[in-house]
């Protein structure tokens, strides 16, 4: 067969570079755009963030009023003087905490703030036992048991295992290694070295054992639940705690509570717990009785193009090199980190505008939301919609809220409307926090009372709410 050629004609959809990166920056959380732009100052030297002296940038405000038109990609500015002339029920967010770098004029600005070093539950322990005197074969044995304990506290290893462990010269037996461990349960914390959860909170009621006649019957008491009776104290059946110690209530109330001053993780204390922080992109404010959303300038990197390099390209326009391409790169980054943020500040109002009442009353108004829903009322595109909303959050009076907090699926109501499950999870709350401990509601009480304020829920929808709010079930809400 000879080879021929042929033309053919066909059609395909390309995104540009600069498309690519608009889409990249919008799904991005503010921690990771700032990431993202520290690399590109890093690689791009055209590329520069304006001088604090400079100023703030001028944050954009939408007002609920303000028509937004599909389709465009600014909404109109509030005025100056509403901004400025906020009226008496303004909330007004305070950012001046946030850590800044210091001057050149302050003489500790060069001195970089240090955390605290967080001492671990072992090395704890282990300068607790060098401060003892005992013998050197001891101690470590004390050492190998340290070892094996985990995070909470907790030793891990049967001292038969950790028997194994030790060398032939070491002439150590079992009993050795039991001395050793109830050295370890000596230290502080109180529970440290507990082979089960009865045994560290027995270990913290000795350490707590006072001293007058009445205190320590309650702690024999406690004493004895913990080492025979936790289940049932876990499960919350009096009947049978008052059956089986022969306590009466006030004993059993007092006990109880000794109880629930002990720590089941004692060790819990020395985990280094990392904290994350949340810099909110959106700000809400009720401005003449109307909500606004306004950008928060403590999440807008501001950024230009370098003066210098601006103005030697422009006297040069047949300039070869990397440079040129730079400063393109430069003024599409500038562009997209504008559009990301113009475009988070539309979603947001329009979320605003849909969500009044949950900003009015709480999240009993809470109104069922789809993304469809914002995406037809701006013109975009529901994925646009998804990625705004992912990890981007806004700052209002009652808190502050990923955008994706206000989009949740409904349930009918008997009146043919919908009510949204953020709602009815508040309305579970609220029935919880105010019930009888006594008599605590069932899930099955609770779908009867929904229901008679209109709202059909399932009794395994309530089961499956209230464990999304991390409520016990109704035995485990009952006290004494």
């Known amino acids: 067969m000879k080879p021929t050629l042929q033309f053919r004609l066909s059609q395909h959809l390309t995104l540009t570079p600069q498309l690519q ?30 001088d604090a002296e400079d100023g703030l940038t001028p944050s954009t405000t939408y007002s609920s009023q303000d028509p937004l038109v599909p ?6 500015a509030a005025p ?27 003489e500790d600005g060069d001195r970089a703030f240090v955390a605290p070093e967080t001492v671990s539950l072992r090395q704890h322990l282990n300068d607790q036992l060098s401060l003892t005197n005992l013998p050197q074969r001891d101690r470590a044995l004390i050492g190998m ?14 001292l038969e295992e950790i028997a194994l462990l030790l060398p032939p010269e070491a002439d150590a037996d079992m009993e050795d290694l039991g001395i050793a461990l109830r050295h370890l349960q000596n230290m502080e914390p109180a529970g440290v070295g507990a082979r089960s959860p009865s045994e560290c ?42 059956q089986l110690t022969g ?10 509570r000794l109880i629930l001053r002990l720590n089941p993780h004692p060790g819990s204390a020395f985990s280094n717990v990392e904290t994350r922080y949340v810099i909110p992109d959106v700000v809400v404010r009720r401005i003449e009785g109307i909500w606004r959303a306004s950008l928060n300038p403590e999440a807008m990197p501001k950024l230009c193009i370098n003066r210098l390099y601006a103005s030697l390209l422009s006297g040069n326009r047949n ?64 994925s646009t919609i998804s990625r705004v909303t992912t990890q981007k959050y806004m700052a209002t009076p009652r ?38 401990t006594k008599a605590p509601l069932s899930d099955s009480r609770i779908s009867q009372i929904l229901g008679q304020q209109g709202i059909v829920v399932a009794r395994r929808t309530i089961a499956k709410y209230r464990e999304s709010l991390q409520i016990p079930p109704v035995n485990l809400r009952k006290s004494l």
């Open 399 to 436: 808190g502050t809220y990923e955008l994706k907090y206000f989009f949740g699926s409904h349930v009918a109501t008997e009146t043919g409307g919908a009510c949204s499950a953020t709602a009815i999870r508040a309305l579970i709350k609220q029935l919880v926090s105010g019930e009888d």
């Open 247 to 256: 306590a009466n209530d006030d004993d059993l109330r007092a006990a109880q």
């Open 145 to 158: 048991l340290i070892d094996a304990v985990d995070d909470h506290g907790y030793l891990t290893q049967p």
């Open 319 to 382: 300039s070869t090199g990397s440079m040129p391409g730079q400063l393109q790169e430069a003024r599409w980054l500038i562009k997209n980190v504008q559009q990301r943020f113009d475009t988070i500040l539309r979603v947001s109002q329009a979320i605003i505008d849909r969500q009044r009442h949950f900003f009015e009353h709480g999240e009993v108004a809470m109104r069922p939301m789809v993304l469809r829903e914002i995406a037809e009322t701006l013109g975009l595109h529901e």
């Open 201 to 242: 909170l027995l270990l913290q009621i000795r350490a707590l054992m006072p001293e007058t006649d009445t205190d320590t019957r309650i702690a024999k008491l406690a004493t004895t639940i913990v080492e025979h009776h936790l289940e049932s104290l876990a499960q919350r059946d009096y009947s049978r705690l008052r």
């Open 80 to 106: 100056a003087s509403e901004s400025q002339d906020a009226g008496p029920d303004e909330w007004q967010p305070d950012f001046s905490k946030t850590p800044r770098t210091g001057s050149d004029d302050d």
């Open 71 to 76: 389709g465009t990609t600014e909404a109109p």
């Open 21 to 50: 990166q608009s889409i990249r920056l919008l799904q991005l959380s503010t921690v990771e755009l700032n990431q993202e732009i520290e690399k590109m100052l890093m690689e791009n030297p055209v590329l520069e963030r304006e």
